[in-house]
């Protein structure tokens, strides 16, 4: 009873997840500093040094970073760091630590919209479980925006769900606030990493908007939530365009194949549009999961049957917004990449959906749980 005393008071709640924040960001910055720098880590470093020499706002950074297929708000991240600490293993990876630590406060804030204060120590162990995730550790001591990425990815999903699934507006002007945050979010989703944003808008985008052809009374939010998403995408298109086009570039000078930038405006034939292959799918699943394919994708689906058909479920259209997106994003996203240029997918390229997967697996584990042993939600 004394345990659960100190447990349910509000102060040990926020010294426990300050612990974790200090916590993911210390594990994130041992070994960083090891004087491993490898060909793009270094490439990147270079370019952001030339930026700072130029200037911050000289426009160098986008057209330096477009050579790598990049948007430059990674660049620009990376250069706070490296004026604070100068250009060493340190200085150019710090920025990757702070926003992979930042995207563990973000993770657990997610969850606590989706599930009642009740469950939140269950939760709190869910966030530990996604600061030890390997390739979130990985790409936390890595000098590229892919840290970075999936943060700005979590904040735009965090939004989005609150948005839609969590608040809720006598008029869709009461929410204005929320709206422009999801704009913003998004943006900076966008000018974070070069493909997934384009990727994930899309699916977020398309999915809402076939909840609005089903589900009468969250329509205008649903509608909304989408036009929002749309705008961001469409207004920052140029820059994205841009950066694709540079790494068409830079691709065309390194390798034999030929980029297909904007091939959509050209001719085509229905063998020139890219099909993903199931080996392919399987890749997806299982580095954002980090789990074997088939148990993994076999579970998701039976959990997403057993959510759609309890009562003790309050928040099934959240929990089949997030299981329909985890299983359409590969798709797209390999149809989108494959649509723009020739190389090979790693497993880099995908990871700012690693947030949006483990959300959704643990949130669908843990309703199941709950649905058969805990009251309602």
Known sequence: ?????????????????????????????????AP????????????????????????????????????PLGYLLEGIGITNFGVTPFGIRIHAAFWGAATV????????????????????????????????????????????????????LYMLLKVVFVKQYTKVSDGILEYLLLIVTQTLFMLSIGF???ALSFCFSLILLLFCLFNK??????FFAATASLL????????????????????HSQ????????????????????IIQFKQYKFFWEVLTGLSFWPT????????????????????????????????????????????????????YILSAVSLYLLALSSMYFSVLVAFFGKQF
């Not at 300050?18 to 993911?24: A, D, G, H, K, Q």
């Not at 961001?232 to 691709?251: E, K, T």
């Open 1 to 33: 009873m004394a345990i659960n005393g100190v447990l349910n008071k509000k102060y040990t709640w926020y010294i426990a997840v300050l612990f974790l924040l200090v916590f993911s960001f210390s594990l994130r910055c041992y070994k960083i500093t």
């Open 36 to 71: 491993s720098i490898w060909m793009d880590e270094d490439h990147q470093a270079t370019r952001v040094v030339q930026t700072l020499e130029t200037g911050y706002f000289s426009g160098q950074a986008t057209i330096f970073s477009a050579r790598q297929q990049q948007p």
């Open 105 to 156: 406060g973000v993770f657990l804030l997610i969850l606590t919209i989706v599930f009642p204060p009740q469950y939140k120590w269950y939760l709190f162990c869910l966030a530990i479980f996604f600061s030890l995730h390997p390739l979130s550790l990985r790409y936390s001591q890595e000098a590229r925006p892919v840290a970075a990425s999936i943060f700005f990815g979590a904040a735009y």
């Open 196 to 198: 997934q944003p384009i």
């Open 217 to 222: 009374r969250f329509r205008k939010k649903y």
């Open 232 to 251: 961001s995408l469409i207004l920052f298109s140029p820059i994205q365009l841009f950066s694709l086009s540079g790494a068409g570039n830079y691709l």
């Open 255 to 274: 390798t034999q194949n030929n980029h297909k930038i904007l091939y959509f405006f050209k001719q085509l034939s229905i063998n020139d549009l890219p």
């Open 297 to 348: 994708f076999a579970f998701f689906v039976i959990l997403l049957l057993i959510i759609s058909f309890t009562n003790k479920v309050k928040n099934k259209n959240l929990l089949i917004f997030l299981g329909i997106n985890c299983i359409v994003f590969p798709i797209v996203f390999y149809f989108i990449f494959e649509s723009f240029i020739d190389y090979r997918i790693t497993s880099r």
